[in-house]
């Protein structure tokens, strides 16, 4: 962690609950998804959308740049000043979600993730009339810690 140049080095099997504890020691907080479980390539590569996106853009946004393994054995370096197309196509190949039903793959959708801090009861009063909207494919509503947060949206470990 590169705390003055506000920049991770990530290598390979580092998961998103030690990097996002990393960068807090700096006082530094990164894009994340909702899965803090997920390793942080799986993540980046995966799109990354979580609490800070709508400001900072999702995890992949912020990828300055890779090393890749390709598919005929080759290490190649991805950045803005070599192999600039392959970091494009990093940047912009992000799977479907993966907790979405199949039918609803390649479709265009509205994701929402909202945050009421305050009273629950008045939350819940404020998000009804979005279930108005459409048909919801998911919906998790509860009352959280602040910390406990983008935990709770863990896929694999849900309750965690």
């Known amino acids: 962690m590169d705390a003055s140049a506000r920049r991770a ?16 020691a700096y006082g530094l907080a990164t894009p994340p998804g909702i899965n803090f479980t997920a390793g942080v390539a799986g993540l980046t590569l995966g799109g990354g ?8 853009g999702m995890t992949v946004d912020n990828l300055l740049s890779a090393d890749v393994i390709t598919g005929d054995a080759r290490k190649m370096h991805a950045s803005e000043t070599e192999n600039a197309d392959l970091l494009w196509g990093l940047r912009c190949k992000a799977p479907p979600l993966p907790f979405l039903p199949e039918g609803v793959h390649g479709k265009e959708i509205v994701a929402l993730r909202i ?5 629950a009861t ?9 279930r108005g909207f459409g048909t919801a494919y998911g919906e998790h509503i509860g ?17 965690r």
């Open 9 to 24: 080095i990530v290598e390979p099997g580092y998961n998103l609950t030690d990097f996002d504890a990393a960068g807090q």
């Open 49 to 56: 959308f979580g609490l800070l996106s709508r400001k900072y």
């Open 115 to 119: 945050c009421c801090a305050g009273d």
């Open 122 to 130: 008045r939350g819940e009063s404020l998000i009804d009339a979005l």
């Open 143 to 159: 009352g959280q810690a602040a910390r406990v947060a983008p935990v709770a949206m863990d896929l694999l470990e849900p309750g």
